[in-house]
């Protein structure tokens, strides 16, 4: 995937898939499972494919430069439900940047309407492959910083 929006996608096998395809799919399938948690209500069976698709030793860096562990970011994301339940978030410009037979990493610029924070954001992940992940990819890493 290259320039322009990333439709809804639900899950899809990933033998067989392109990488820009697999990586377009798993950040609209996570960024749609998290825009379902804020618009709550939601229960914890709605939550448990968020946590999944983190590995292990996740990190983030969010757009004011603070650096979050795994067990940062699934509390305070558990910790907003329902708190968003006009929120749209759009993705685009998903573009893989590099990859190998462990590691793919990817941009994407994230839209968000209808709430509060109405800002743009650009991000860039690293996934690490896992033939267990739904989409063969589990998040490693993401980036984000503020969009002008």
Known sequence: MSAGDVMDGGAVPHDGQTVE???GEEIVRLHRIIERWLHGPAGE???EPFSDALASG?????PDGALLDRERVVADVRAVRGSEPGLEIHIHDVA???????VVVATYREEHRGSASDRSRHATVVFVR???ALTGLRWRHLHETWAS
Request: aromatic share 10%; glycine share 0%; charged share 25%.
């Open 96 to 102: 893989v940047v590099a990859a190998d037979a462990s």
């Open 45 to 47: 069976d709605d939550f």
């Open 21 to 23: 395809t697999a990586a």
């Open 130 to 132: 896992d033939e267990h």
């Open 58 to 62: 996740f990190t983030m860096v969010v």
